[in-house]
């Protein structure tokens, strides 16, 4: 469900080590000021400690980077293994939160492996009741002073990762993009560049020596849904009448996988998202790609006239056209997409036609409706729609 095509990856181990540097640079001047005395200290030697002791496991545990794509390395999603500014920032507080946490159920199952060994009954011993301790202050202070110090520990670091990631102000080379969801399918708008698509976010990647985050604001057209691409940044609620924003500062080019994370309907799971993450010459010449006009085919005009003829131009749009619809994703560059219907099946010509002539079989409850054409009609729809790339 998550992984792409077979492909070959353009990074080389050494341009991966030398952007995993930058990451790591780039992260240190967000969040990890050096700042660590007195107080700061402890906490920063906690952070250490966790780092070190569950970065391994973490690893191994959740995988490594998944299979390839054309779009250039397919990323498993995994909230341990960022690419991105605030993501790396969120990662951090986690192995802070989960060091503390086993620190914590270390002492406890060592005090309770000791009782039951120190304590347990034994042969010859009388069954009679031992001593009670009543009112002991010490005991008494001790949990109560130290669950109140680990809370306020926590509330510090987690308070100053949340302000530093949602206070950070967006530098002059900022890309904006608007993002929608709908049940199920995310629209993509960047209304500076004049581009909207659909279920793919493509961003520039970030340089830390320029900084060229990319901010996002969220909103719904109908529900409540949540964006959410682990190895980007956190997970944040897509709401109806609400806007909420984020952003992301990819340091890596590559294909990340994200996930509508609010149960949304009946097709919730099958509301994915894919953000690629390009160089900069290669987002520009997508943008370039993006803003021309749809392809007007001589060839294709027999199906163009049947799209024009349907119901398909009150849903949809495609520049160039008649067809101004707003319900439905801009099929001006459909076939520029990997995918149909949010991730439900690879956009080939064959998938593309099953999902014409019946939505549902490919994804149950899709409020796009079957539009009963004929075969030739549809071929000949199939045939218009393939040349919009």
């Known amino acids: 469900m ?19 540097r930058s990451v790591e640079k780039a992260r ?90 120190r304590f347990r009954r034994r042969r010859g011993e009388d069954t009679r009741e031992p001593p009670q301790v009543y009112g002991s202050n010490q005991i008494e202070l001790a949990w109560t002073v130290v669950p109140v110090l680990i809370v306020f520990v926590l509330f510090l670091a987690t308070a100053r990762y949340i302000f530093g990631i949602e206070g950070h102000e967006p530098p002059p080379q900022t890309l904006q993009v608007t993002v929608v969801g709908h049940q199920w399918w995310w629209e993509i708008r960047y209304p500076d560049l004049g581009i909207v698509t659909a279920n793919e976010l493509h961003v520039p990647v970030s340089n830390p020596a320029n900084p060229s985050p990319t901010f996002l604001t969220l909103e719904s057209a109908d ?69 021309a006009p749809a392809v007007d085919d001589r060839v ?4 163009r006239d049947v799209f024009g003829s349907v119901a398909c131009i009150n849903c949809h749009t495609v520049r160039g056209t008649t067809a101004n619809g707003i319900f439905g994703p801009d099929l001006t560059h459909l076939m520029s997409r990997s995918t149909l219907g949010a991730g439900v099946a690879a956009n080939t010509p064959e998938n593309l036609r099953n999902w014409i002539e019946n939505p549902a079989g490919l994804k149950s409850g899709a409020l796009m409706p079957a539009m009963q054409l004929s075969s030739r009609e549809l071929d000949q729809l199939v045939a218009y729609l393939l040349t919009l790339r």
């Open 2 to 20: 998550w992984s792409g095509v077979n492909g070959s990856t353009g990074l080389e181990e050494g341009k991966v080590s030398q952007a995993t």
């Open 28 to 117: 240190w001047r967000f969040v990890d000021r050096p700042l660590c005395h007195g107080f700061r200290a402890v906490v920063c030697a906690i952070r250490v400690a966790a780092i070190v002791g569950l970065s391994g496991l973490a690893s191994i545990a959740l995988g490594a980077p998944g299979a390839l794509g054309d779009d250039g390395p397919v990323q498993t999603p995994n909230m341990f293994a960022p690419v991105s500014t605030p993501a790396f920032a969120i990662r951090d507080i986690s192995y802070f939160v989960l060091g503390i946490c086993a620190v914590i159920f270390v002492v406890v199952a060592a005090l309770l492996t000791y009782s039951i060994i």
């Open 223 to 291: 529900v409540i849904h949540s964006f959410w691409v682990p190895q980007l940044a956190g997970k944040l609620d897509v709401i109806p009448n609400k806007t909420n924003r984020t952003w992301i500062e990819p340091h890596t080019p590559g294909l990340y996988v994200g996930q509508c994370a609010e149960f949304c309907g009946v097709q919730h799971a099958w509301m994915l998202l894919r953000v690629i993450v390009h160089p900069k010459d290669a987002f520009d010449a997508w943008v370039v790609e993006q803003q």
């Open 300 to 303: 294709a005009r027999t199906g």
